[in-house]
């Protein structure tokens, strides 16, 4: 009987192999999700995507990345390499970035930032994830917590 190829295999991965591959750096991977990543690299504020139906009912997604004016060609050469897109459409749009300013709270001695601006706080994701992981806790207690202390820091 010929060996099953890994790629055959039908029982999931245990937590052991599941760990090794972690450490080895070989996660699962969304073509699309480093398209994302790879656009925000270059420059783009943001980047997402739109489900869409296309013609004759054709499932498909509408890649959008937001990016001044002078990063427009090499966001728009990006788009065209790390997508099957055969043109690219662009709309000139302009931002009203709200003033803010930013600070550093502690959680449990975990430092995390914190914008600040008229009305709202906005924890900085990254930071709160990383504090969450070393801490045990669920992300959403984390950013509870930045935000009561941010608020609690507030002069206006």
């Avoid at 001044?68 to 897109?85: C, D, H, K, R, V």
């Avoid at 950013?143 to 820091?153: D, G, I, K, T």
């Amino acid at each position: 009987m010929a060996e099953e190829s890994d790629l055959e295999r039908s029982e999931p991965a245990s937590q052991r192999r599941l760990d090794q591959a972690r450490e080895r750096g070989e996660v699962p991977r969304s073509p699309e999700l480093s398209t994302f990543s790879v656009l925000l690299a270059a420059g783009a504020y943001d980047a997402w995507a739109t489900p869409i139906v296309m013609k004759k009912g054709r499932p498909a997604f509408t890649v959008h990345a937001l990016c001044e004016p002078s990063a427009t060609s090499a966001i728009a050469e990006l788009l065209l390499s790390e997508t099957g897109s055969l043109g690219i459409r662009g709309t000139v749009l302009e931002r009203w970035p709200q003033r803010r300013s930013t600070i550093t709270v502690e959680v449990e001695g975990h430092p995390i930032g914190v914008k600040l601006a008229t009305g709202r706080v906005k924890v900085e994701h990254d930071d709160a994830v990383a504090a969450a992981t070393a801490l045990g806790w669920p992300l959403r207690a984390v950013f509870a917590a930045a935000e009561a202390l941010a608020w609690a820091s507030r002069t206006d």
